[in-house]
């Protein structure tokens, strides 16, 4: 899959992304706009089990990595923010089921959502461990609660507000607009 889109969010933001599936696995570029300012850029990169392998997102207040480790059991990376304050090392506890948010842009949860779809069936409800990075380039631990109202139809719970999201069966947002990323 190569595939490009945009669609409008529901804080009035503008979401433009592209999504290409490797030999290594998946991976999402996103940029987000409101009022024709870039308030986020976002790379993320997905192993062949779905769980993310690298985080790069950059905000007005800097630049955030984040990666797991060899052995899975920690994330870390660092913060350059755009203030003159230097380098911030990041490290948290990480394991299988945790996942990460990036507060006000979706594709984060999406991947979690869609990595989910064949264990949690249609009705269920699963309570998760992520860490949500806000705009600040701030993380901060905490749980979501996970739903699965229909074949692609999700709510998650918690945190600063709840979402609904619509997935295909690619785990693609429905709605907005698609380019292939190359010509027929």
């Known amino acids: 899959m190569r595939l490009a889109g945009a669609l409008g969010l529901a804080d009035g933001a503008w979401l433009t992304w592209s999504v290409a599936d490797g030999h290594r696995g998946r991976r999402w570029r996103a940029v987000s706009t409101l009022a024709g300012a870039i308030t986020h850029a976002l790379l993320l990169e997905v192993d062949l089990a779905g ?98 109202l229909g074949q692609g139809r999700w709510r998650v719970a918690g945190g600063a507000s709840g979402i609904e999201v619509q997935l295909d069966d690619d785990g693609l947002p429905t709605g907005g607009i698609r380019w292939p990323l190359e010509p027929d």
């Open 51 to 148: 769980r993310p392998a690298r985080l790069e997102l950059t905000t007005p207040a800097g630049m955030l990595t984040l990666h797991p480790s060899a052995d899975q059991r920690e994330i870390h990376g660092n913060v350059v923010g755009t203030t003159g304050e230097g380098v911030r090392p990041l490290a948290f506890p990480w394991g299988p089921e945790h996942e990460l948010e990036v507060v006000g842009l979706p594709l984060a949860t999406i991947v979690a959502l869609h990595r989910r779809r064949a264990s949690l069936p249609v009705g269920q409800g699963l309570d998760v461990d992520v860490l949500a990075i806000g705009p600040e380039l701030d993380v901060m631990a905490g749980r979501r609660r996970f739903e699965r």
